[in-house]
């Protein structure tokens, strides 16, 4: 996608004033396009990760509907890393914390991942 920026510049060359045109072409790449969206979504998974963690952490009510959402949609992201680490487990009086390092690998990786993603989709389009 191309945007073509018309600019006029007044120059003096030693009598009256006179404008010149000039034509700038900016262009916005696809590719960019998609490295942006690529990106985006890799935000959202990793602020959808980083809320489990910390409801994980503070101990959260499972009956509430937002961290359930929240449990339930990032429980296949985590899957693949359950079982790597050992859950380290807090019990107290009200709420039991629980640290999950698979969240954290998963945050890692994923991140790692879709920087690797994106790193290829730039060479495979010849920019650099």
Do not use: C, D, H
């Not at 910390?54 to 937002?66: E, V």
Request: net charge neutral.
């Amino acid at each position: 996608m191309a945007e073509i920026v018309k600019e006029t510049v007044l120059t003096e060359n030693n009598g009256p004033k006179e404008a010149v045109t000039t034509e700038t072409k900016r262009v916005s790449s696809n590719i960019q396009t998609v490295e942006y969206i690529i990106y985006f979504l890799l935000g959202t998974l990793e602020i959808l990760l980083a809320f489990r963690l910390i409801f994980k952490l503070a101990g959260a009510n499972l009956s509430s509907g937002f961290v359930n959402f929240v449990y339930s949609l990032t429980g296949v992201f985590i899957m693949p890393f359950e079982g790597i680490f050992r859950r380290g487990v807090a019990q107290g009086l009200e709420t039991t914390s629980i640290l999950e390092p698979s969240t954290i690998v998963a945050m890692t990786v994923y991140a790692i991942l879709v920087w690797g993603i994106a790193k290829l989709v730039r060479i495979l389009s010849k920019e650099e």
